[in-house]
């Protein structure tokens, strides 16, 4: 890639500052000094800015226990973004895998990779998402059967064109769902309990797919592991 490109990616310069620092003669490549910004370098070269040197950083996974409160947005606005919450170098580079709201706590993947993001929200790949969803209204007996029937065959909700896909509805108590969508829809499992006549009150993402939150606490994040990422 190009130097100016190289420092773009491995510091906090803009491709316009990097340009800057090489004009400076603040770099070098393999110990020569070089101000030209068209010049390519690879995994290869050892460049240097001020004497630090500067290593390429790969493809970026990771998942978030994302508190209340905290937006899976890349825009800055009244509340603070998943983003905000991951320590790590050029951490506005990572995008949330399918958003939650603001309300929603539970597990949000982030990634640099563009591609793999659509393999795990693309709803061909039928990736489960399981959601724990408290409910304001006990749901039992009939009016269960029919919630279940409703969700299973999938229905239409207000404003959308296509029907829901096939989720699977289980409780836990009368008053928590574990609710299984193989998609992900603006407000979809509140709007799916609407339809049924319920309310969401609080809502938890638990997995996606293979992946679990398990003991991941509440705000933490941690990479995902090579395996983790082969998942998808
Ligand atoms: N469905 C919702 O209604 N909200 C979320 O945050 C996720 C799924």
């Known amino acids: 890639m190009r130097l100016d490109r190289f420092l773009a990616e491995t510091t906090d310069l ?3 500052l990097a340009k800057k620092a090489l004009q400076r003669g603040e770099v070098r490549v393999n110990g020569e000094l070089v101000k030209q910004a068209a010049t390519q370098v690879d ?3 050892r460049v240097t800015w001020h004497d630090e040197p500067l290593v390429l950083v790969g493809r970026r996974y990771l ?3 994302k508190p209340p409160g905290v937006e899976c947005t890349a825009r800055r606005g009244l509340y603070l973004r998943a983003i905000d919450l991951i320590d790590l170098p050029k951490a506005e580079r990572l995008q949330p895998v399918g958003r939650l709201d603001v309300d929603t706590t539970g597990l949000v993947l982030l990634t640099d990779d563009g591609q793999w993001s659509h393999r795990v929200t693309a709803p061909r790949r039928r990736c489960g998402k399981v959601y724990r969803v408290s409910l304001a209204e006990p749901l039992a007996g009939e009016a269960l059967e029919q919630a279940a029937r409703c969700f299973a065959e999938g229905l239409l909700l207000e404003g959308d064109t296509k029907p829901t896909r096939p989720a699977e509805l289980i409780m836990r108590e009368p008053r928590v769902a574990e609710l299984t969508l193989f998609e992900g829809r603006y407000h979809q499992v509140k709007r799916m ?22 003991d991941l606490p509440e705000g933490a ?3 995902l592991s090579a395996e983790e990422i082969a998942a998808f």
């Open 14 to 16: 803009t491709r316009g």
């Open 43 to 45: 995994e290869a070269s």
């Open 221 to 223: 994040w941690r990479a």
């Open 193 to 214: 309990f609407a339809v049924v006549g319920n309310h969401v009150v609080a809502l938890h993402r638990e997995s996606v797919g293979p992946l679990a939150l398990a």
């Open 63 to 65: 998942m978030l226990h």
